[in-house]
């Protein structure tokens, strides 16, 4: 089992930045890839970002390319998600995740969840 926390949501105005972090405690977060999804009210949930195990290859969904970093430290067993030039279309609940096997985009084959961190953007 693997419990993921998420923290450093909040509110803050256009283009303004904000870190999310993702601690997990149960496992060590090295058995896993990572990723990160939002989900914004009446939408599906969303893929963000996601990083191997390693950390040496990371994937970015289309609509955060160039402005979403996602890192992890694993002596640390937490997975960050820097995100800069925020936009009102980025407010969401932001969901951090665990899967086993390569990461993926599809949510669905993500194996442990965080509770989610509101983000909100103001214009």
């Known amino acids: 089992q693997v419990q993921l926390v998420e923290s450093g949501g909040g509110l803050v105005q256009a283009g303004g930045s904000l870190r999310l972090s993702c601690a997990a405690s149960?496992?060590?977060?090295?058995?896993?890839?990572m990723g990160w999804f939002r989900q914004a009210p009446g939408k599906e949930r969303e893929f963000v970002a996601a990083?191997?195990?390693?950390?040496?290859?990371?994937d970015y969904g289309d609509s955060v390319k160039g402005r979403f970093s996602i890192s992890r430290d694993n002596a640390k067993n937490t997975v960050y998600l820097q995100m800069n030039s925020l936009k009102p279309e980025d407010t969401a609940v932001y969901y951090c995740?665990?899967?086993?096997?390569?990461?993926?985009?599809?949510?669905?084959?993500?194996?442990?969840w965080g509770q989610g961190t509101q983000v909100t953007v103001s214009s």
């Open positions: 995740a665990a899967d086993s096997d390569p990461y993926s985009r599809n949510y669905r084959l993500y194996d442990y």
């Open positions: 149960g496992r060590t977060l090295r058995r896993y890839a």
């Open positions: 990083i191997t195990w390693s950390g040496g290859s990371t």
